[in-house]
Structure formats: C-alpha cells, structure tokens
C-alpha cells in the first residue's frame, strides 16, 4: 500500500503507471469480514486469491442472496466485474487512487446493463486500513446516463473476522 500511496503523491495515474502496484494493495484483504455495526450480522464478505494469486474474488453471503466481485489486471488496467443477483455484471476499471489510499473503480461496459427498469453497479470504492476496510458503492440506472464525478458512494464499514 506504501508503494501506491507514494504513486499518488507524485501525482502519478496508478492505472496506467503500474496495475501490479494497484493490484498487490488488495492482496491484504484475504479473509472473512463482517459489517462493522452489525457484529451478528449473518453477512460475510470473503476474499481469496485464486489463479496463481493474479486474480482476488471477493464473495458476499447473506441468508437470502449471494454475489462476487472478481478483480484482476488486464494489462495497464485493473479491472472489477460484479456478479450482481440482479442478473448483470458490470466492468469497472481503476480510475484513481484518493488521497487517503482508497482506490476508486469507475464503470467501463458490462452484460445485461442495458435492460429498463434495472440497476448496476456504476461506483465502487475500496478502503482497507489495518482489519477495516470501507466499501462504498453507487448503483445506475441502466441505460442512463452517470456521471461518476459528483456521485458519493453510499459506504459500508467491515471489520476482520479471520484470515
């Protein structure tokens, strides 16, 4: 996280500058978490490396739904595909890091985003600091237009259960 933090202060794009780097700043986030206000909360969100550690799938399980986001480089970029249960899977690429180290994933294209009446992830933050980690999501709706500049995700605190 070092590495990336000191990217950003000299004023370097991470995406283009090194996916590794952006990349190797996620690898922390193996383990079991759970919402920080809601230690009995029956949701947990897991990461784990897979595919020789190039690639860390992140699975959501609640009692009546589950999904996963599966982030990994694809060359310059680093790229995060959401398998929402709403039936689409939107791509969104790393379009900065923020100040604080957060790093921020942008909208990019995906499948089933263009049916009416439905919603896709179009923002997704990612803070880990120690055992919390900050996510922060905004959803589109299909087929509208989205400015990612002047959305504020709606953030969701966790806390690490075990590695």
């Excluded at 949701?43 to 986001?69: G, K, R, Y």
């Excluded at 900050?134 to 590695?163: H, I, K, M, W």
Aim: with cysteine.
């Amino acid at each position: 996280m070092l590495r990336y933090a000191l990217l950003f202060a000299l004023g370097t794009t991470p995406a283009i500058a090194d996916s590794q780097i952006a990349f190797d700043a996620l690898k922390p986030l193996v383990g079991t978490w759970r919402p920080a206000d809601k230690p009995d909360s029956a949701l947990t969100v897991t990461f784990e490396l897979i595919a020789n550690d190039s690639v860390l799938v992140e699975h959501w399980h609640s009692p009546t739904q589950q999904s996963m986001t599966v982030y990994h480089r694809d060359g310059d970029a680093l790229l995060a595909t959401h398998y929402c249960p709403q039936g689409n899977q939107p791509r969104l690429a790393l379009s900065r890091t923020e100040a604080d180290g957060s790093l921020r994933f942008e909208f990019r294209d995906g499948t089933n985003v263009n049916v009416p009446g439905g919603h896709h992830e179009a923002l997704l933050t990612l803070h880990h600091a120690g055992d919390e980690l900050t996510r922060g999501e905004v959803y589109a709706g299909n087929a509208e237009p989205f400015d990612a500049s002047a959305a504020q995700p709606e953030l969701t605190r966790f806390v690490r259960v075990r590695d």
